[in-house]
């Protein structure tokens, strides 16, 4: 079952726009991350946000966390066509001695040249 | 590129069939994930190891099965292959148990005719 689920499905920009995806969640976590697909690839990390966290920032990517709402927020900004790909929040968390990493469907995101 | 090798890259076999496919993970990574990605079910979790030892378990089907060797590589055998098991499998790693970003290979395209 998804842990995660992303909002928008999919989202199309013009080049030097920003992007704002957005993830919700269920349950406490430990951590949250996103990852970034392009077609038929294997996915990339992009950043990771512990849950005592609220905001990271990593080059052209700020992510925020507010676990009392249960939702995280991905933004791109000032993008360009290199960043079209699938975006997935994936978030962390431990059930007993086990730890496992669940990923949302994903946002996809085309930026227009 | 991530460093975790994944082969064959494509797979295509009948209904009925056993298959294997195999991951190395990046050096130094302790842990192994196999994820199931489809169109309908998204980025499904099957199973970890860490360090040869079966760590969670997610959606594996009965007729999956997994191992991670002495050398960390691992395989994951999937028989009485059913049309629906077309997908593309990804292998991942990390370096320790939990909580740590993954590193995904490219991935091994599965068709079942």
């Known amino acids: 079952s998804q842990q995660g689920e992303e909002d928008p499905q999919a989202l199309s920009i013009q080049e030097g726009e920003n992007a704002t995806m957005n993830c919700s969640y269920k349950t406490s976590i430990n951590n949250l991350q996103w990852y970034r697909q392009n077609s038929g690839r294997g996915l990339v990390h992009l950043i990771l946000?512990?849950?005592?966290?609220r905001e990271k920032h990593s080059g052209r990517l700020r992510v925020t966390l507010d676990t009392s709402k249960k939702s995280s927020s991905l933004l791109i900004t000032a993008s360009r066509a290199a960043d079209t790909a699938s975006y997935f929040c994936a978030t962390g968390s431990s059930g007993g001695s086990n730890y496992k990493l669940t990923f949302g469907k994903g946002t996809l995101l085309t930026v227009n040249p | 590129d991530s460093g975790v090798t994944q082969t064959p890259k494509h797979l295509i076999t009948a209904t009925g069939q056993r298959v294997t496919l195999r991951c190395s993970p990046r050096?130094?990574?302790?842990?192994v994930y196999w994820y199931q990605q489809s169109l309908d079910q998204g980025l499904q979790f099957l199973i970890q190891?860490?360090?040869?030892?079966?760590?969670a378990k997610g959606n594996i089907l009965e007729r999956f099965s997994a191992q991670q060797f002495p050398d960390l590589h691992s395989e994951l055998n999937l028989s009485s292959l059913e049309l629906g098991d077309s997908a593309l499998y990804f292998c991942?790693?990390?370096?320790?148990?939990?909580?740590?970003?993954?590193?995904f290979g490219n991935g091994t395209r599965l068709t079942v005719t």
């Open positions: 050096s130094g990574d302790l842990s």
């Open positions: 190891y860490y360090n040869g030892e079966e760590r």
């Open positions: 946000i512990r849950s005592n966290e």
């Open positions: 991942a790693s990390s370096v320790g148990p939990d909580n740590s970003p993954l590193h």
